[in-house]
């Protein structure tokens, strides 16, 4: 039996009682000026770069991997670097997963036929080379853009029933422009909501053993009026929640995002997280993000209680 990656998910944020993420979204400039001296002692190149984000990601998995449950890695933060950088995304996305985190690559991707088989097989599936199965990308998870409707989303619901693996479409951005699109009203009701239905019924041949589906959805902390509409419209549906720490939301804002046991959601944090050494002078990097990590899980189920939500 192919054991869901959501239900593995879930799991470890049981285990753990910590439903959140850690966003690797990795810049140069997040990297500590003596960290960066001693990765990089000579030119700044796209290959030395890319060996530097590397080491600082396995310094902070390394820090984080017996306290959160997963990772969530941005493509872009890599592709930028080209075929260096992508190394450093691949190798972090194994290195995750071999501290044993849950990992979502944040690719965002989508296309139409064959196009989009190939993201899939890519994020999620395989691929076969002389008889032989390979893996282009150690991810659990993958991000998809829903903006091509059903086709272009049905070959990654497949990858996730084929292999075990889940998705996250995104339905309610974090960013402060989401509502030019996602909020337009169609046939009276918001965009966001018709596509929160159509996420739903696309996942509900995938329902887990925990009782979600492995076709999860994006959810921004940053509106909790909405995500607390698509919570009741969403019963079976596991948010990916952004927006916490740099992008403004707080405590407060998330519990909407849980059920009422305070699961179905896991919440994630990158800037906050990656650059906490910068507000804890003369504590090391990965120690930083720890001390984040912890505050950000206590302040999470302190929302919980509050709400009446406590994980359990």
């Excluded at 239905?197 to 999860?216: H, K, T």
């Excluded at 699961?263 to 990965?286: D, M, T, Y």
């Excluded at 720890?290 to 939500?309: F, N, P």
């Amino acid at each position: 039996m192919i054991v869901q990656a959501m239900d593995e998910l879930i799991r470890r944020i049981r285990g753990m009682r910590n439903p959140s993420v850690i966003g690797l979204d990795t810049r140069l400039e997040h990297l500590p000026q003596d960290f960066l001296r001693d990765q990089i002692p000579g030119a700044r190149t796209p290959a030395s770069v890319s060996r530097a984000l590397f080491a600082f990601n396995r310094a902070l998995i390394d820090a984080l991997a017996d306290i959160v449950p997963g990772v969530k890695v941005q493509a872009a933060c890599y592709e930028l670097y080209g075929p260096p950088g992508m190394r450093a995304f691949a190798k972090t996305l194994a290195y995750a997963r071999k501290r044993g985190l849950s990992v979502i690559a944040d690719v965002k991707r989508n296309d139409i036929g064959s196009t989009a088989e190939a993201y899939a097989d890519a994020y999620l599936g395989c691929a076969a080379l002389d008889g032989r199965v390979y893996r282009a990308f150690a991810a659990d998870f993958a991000t998809v853009t829903p903006y091509l409707g059903e086709d272009s989303v049905a070959p990654f619901v497949a990858a996730c029933a084929a292999h075990g693996r889940g998705a996250f479409v995104l339905v309610k951005t974090s960013n402060p422009s989401s509502g030019q699109l996602q909020d337009l009203l169609v046939e009276g009701r918001p965009l966001y909501e018709r596509v929160g239905d159509l996420v739903a019924r696309w996942g509900a041949q995938c329902i887990g053993q925990e009782g979600y589906s492995a076709v999860g959805a994006v959810v921004g902390a940053t509106y909790p009026a909405q995500a607390a509409a698509l919570r009741a419209r969403m019963p079976h549906t596991f948010f990916l929640v952004p927006g916490y720490g740099a992008q403004g939301a707080t405590g407060a804002d998330l519990a909407v995002c849980f059920d009422g046991r305070g699961g179905g959601a896991v919440i994630n944090a990158s800037r906050s997280v990656l650059c906490a050494w910068q507000k804890r002078p003369g504590v090391p990097f990965a120690q930083a993000a720890r001390q984040e990590a912890l505050r950000m899980r206590d302040e999470i189920a302190s929302a919980l209680a509050s709400a009446g939500k406590a994980l359990r």
